[in-house]
């Protein structure tokens, strides 16, 4: 029997009055954090939640977040984390995708109204059966007629509960991906994928008793969640949870509240590397003696970005490679073995990685092919989805990351391309065919094609190539300015170009190569 909520279990036994969150200047320890985790698995089981029900969670990171993610756990049912930026319509597609019976929200903030699009969502749909909003003030009343709080949960709810038993192969997170194409899809994580990934992330970054990880990642995604969260609880490490990135907050963190173990994806390394302490705030001495170890993911760190850290904050940066679908940590540049810049490493223990060609067969080293895993990561499949499923693993047991990539004769591997359209901006995968499908339903377009173009700060930007409908009149901005109202933050075109005509095949199929082309002289 295995259940992931063992991870905060074991550390609140081991430990219950250490420090096992920090946010600004409130902390909980293991014990005080168990006991919401408790409460709120008492809540979900009175309303009705069996073992197995999908729970969704939208959140940013705050308390919060772990105090509901392990207590769906302890329920025994499945977390289903969304992404905090997603639009009303783009929830509501994950609350029935799912079959979510219950979803828990958080407030949010003016500029980012997450319950009013989350309770907006829970309406659209006919699986879903509970709405709780978490409020800033856990006190305060629901600010939305009709949505019950998270504080009237735990008012009614106990505080005695034992966690449910659930077997290793039964599913502990549904994590959503698009993969290569279309709308997202939730990769099915067992307890044993999710629990293996801790343990092999604790052991990658060789977490000490007294580290103290400082979490900016968003906990929704698999990056912050296993390699940070998890892998912290399970070591008995304290949490720093900071809900927005900023250098100042990460450098606060080190300075005055001891943060030794920081994660990021290469636009806040970016942002740390060009800092300027105008202001005279912070003792770079003291951080550089403090912080013990960078790790990097989401998208390749250049290695301009790696060696400028290096030299500015004497920080070794560990770069690694995985996807939703494998929980996330695959590949790891080991701390006991050299670094290679560029590289994501060494595959991790229990984890077989290779390099095939269209016919899965193994490409000699050196050669560039698809990156194919296999081992205690992958996940179980996509929910409900068994022909997504079996177009993954293309009827072997290797899962095919859609990725490209090689391998050296020291058996370092290198990504060399990305899935064909596939755009990583800032760290977020963002997938064309989705934003077309959301663009083609505005009044004045005809057809479009999105590509990613590259950024400085962002990695790639987001650009839409636009056809008008005949008679139809619409300026990029407006199209801008549309788009920010229908879809994510991360999401929406930055760049929108009015045409009369696009490059076609003669069957019709658009040439999206032909246009990133013209931005970077390379076929794409």
Request: charged letters at 20%.
């Amino acid at each position: 029997m295995l259940n992931l909520a063992s991870v905060l279990d074991y550390s609140c036994a081991e430990n219950p009055e250490k420090t096992a969150i920090i946010f600004g200047e409130q902390k909980l320890s293991f014990s005080a954090l168990d006991g919401y985790c408790r409460k709120i698995a008492n809540g979900l089981v009175a309303a009705g939640i069996k073992p197995g029900d999908k729970v969704a969670l939208s959140c940013l990171n705050l308390p919060y977040f772990p105090m509901i993610y392990y207590a769906i756990l302890k329920a025994g049912a499945v977390v289903v984390p969304l992404n905090v930026m997603l639009k009303a319509r783009e929830i509501a597609y994950h609350l029935e995708d799912s079959d979510a019976k219950a979803y828990f929200c958080f407030e949010g903030t003016e500029q980012l109204p997450m319950a009013a699009e989350g309770f907006k969502a829970f309406q659209l749909t006919t699986s879903c059966e509970h709405f709780w909003l978490m409020t800033a003030d856990p006190a305060a009343a629901s600010p939305i007629a009709g949505a019950k709080t998270l504080g009237q949960l735990l008012a009614t709810s106990g505080g005695d509960f034992e966690t449910v038993q659930t077997s290793p192969d039964d599913t502990a997170v549904i994590l959503y991906t698009s993969g290569t194409t279309g709308f997202p899809k939730g990769a099915e994580l067992s307890h044993s994928n999710m629990v293996m990934n801790a343990v092999a992330s604790r052991d990658l970054l060789r977490l000490d008793y007294n580290d103290i990880m400082i979490i900016t990642l968003p906990l929704f995604h698999s990056f912050g969640q296993t390699v940070q969260m998890n892998a912290g609880f399970l070591h008995q490490n304290t949490l720093i949870l900071i809900p927005r990135f900023t250098p100042e907050a990460i450098f606060t963190a080190i300075q005055e509240q001891g943060g030794t173990v920081f994660a990021g994806v290469p636009t806040m390394y970016w942002g740390l590397l060009n800092y300027e302490d105008k202001e005279n705030r912070f003792d770079f001495d003291k951080i550089t003696k403090t912080l013990r170890i960078g790790v990097s993911g989401g998208a390749s760190l250049p290695i301009e970005i790696i060696n400028g850290i290096q030299e500015k904050y004497g920080l070794p940066i560990y770069e690694g490679y995985g996807l939703s679908e494998t929980c996330p940590v695959a590949t790891f540049n080991q701390p006991h073995k050299p670094r290679k810049p560029g590289s994501i490493g060494f595959p991790i223990w229990g984890i077989e990685v290779r390099v095939v060609n269209d016919q899965s067969v193994e490409v000699p080293v050196g050669e560039v092919g698809e990156i194919a895993i296999r081992g205690h990561n992958i996940m179980k499949g996509y929910y409900n989805k068994p022909e997504a499923t079996a177009a993954a693993f293309k009827n072997t047991s290797w899962f095919h990351t859609g990725d490209l990539g090689r391998m050296d004769e020291d058996g370092y591997f290198y990504i060399v391309d990305r899935v064909k359209d596939m755009i990583i901006r800032g760290g977020y995968n963002v997938y064309p065919r989705e934003i077309e499908e959301v663009l083609l339903t505005h009044p004045a377009v005809s057809l479009v094609a999105v590509i990613g173009v590259p950024d400085e700060h962002y990695g790639e930007e987001i650009k839409a190539y636009i056809i008008l409908k005949d008679g139809q009149s619409a300026t990029p901005e407006e199209i801008i300015a549309w788009s920010k109202e229908q879809m994510a933050a991360y999401k929406y075109p930055r760049l929108v170009e009015i045409r009369e005509t696009l490059p076609m095949t003669a069957t019709g199929k658009i040439l999206k190569k032909n246009l990133k082309k013209e931005i970077t002289g390379q076929a794409g």
